[in-house]
Nanobody, 126 residues
Framework: QVSLVESGGGMVQAGGSLRLSCTTS????????GAWFRQVPGKAREIVAA????????YLADAVKGRFAISRDNAKDTMTLQMNSLKPEDTAVYYC???????????????????WGQGTQVTVST
C-alpha cells in the first residue's frame, strides 16, 4: 500500500547531512509504528531506523547508529530521518513505512509494515 510520501533526498558529499521527511497522504502517522528502510538495486531492503507509536522508543541499525536519528511529530503527521556524517555506502533509495498498531510497540521487520512511500534517492559522493 503506497500512501506515504518521502522528501528530502538528493546528493550530498561524504560527511554531509540530509534530512528526510515522511508524510501521510491518506492515513495519520499517529497510531502507527514507523520506520525507514533503504534498498540498493540488486540487494534486499534493509531496516535503517524505527520508532514506536508514541515516539518514546527508537531503533537504529548498527550501520547508522551514532550518525542517524529518527523522530516523529504526530501533530504534523510526519516522521523524520536526520542523516549526518553520510558515507558513500549510505547511497540507496530510502523508504518510509508505517504500520497500524494497537499498542506502543516498535517494529523493525519489513513484513510487518503495510503503508509505504515510493522512495527517495539518497546519493553520497566521495
Amino acid at each position: 500500500q503506497v500512501s506515504l510520501v518521502e522528501s528530502g533526498g538528493g546528493m550530498v558529499q561524504a560527511g554531509g547531512s540530509l534530512r528526510l521527511s515522511c508524510t501521510t497522504s491518506v492515513r495519520s502517522i499517529s497510531g502507527h509504528a514507523g520506520a525507514w528502510f533503504r534498498q540498493v538495486p540488486g540487494k534486499a531492503r534493509e531496516i535503517v531506523a524505527a520508532i514506536n507509536r508514541d515516539g518514546d522508543s527508537a531503533y537504529l541499525a548498527d550501520a547508522v547508529k551514532g550518525r542517524f536519528a529518527i523522530s516523529r511529530d504526530n501533530a504534523k503527521d510526519t516522521m523524520t530521518l536526520q542523516m549526518n556524517s553520510l558515507k558513500p555506502e549510505d547511497t540507496a533509495v530510502y523508504y518510509c513505512a508505517a504500520q497500524p498498531v494497537p499498542v506502543n510497540l516498535i517494529s523493525t521487520h519489513e513484513s510487518q509494515y503495510y503503508y509505504w512511500g515510493q522512495g527517495t534517492q539518497v546519493t553520497v559522493s566521495t
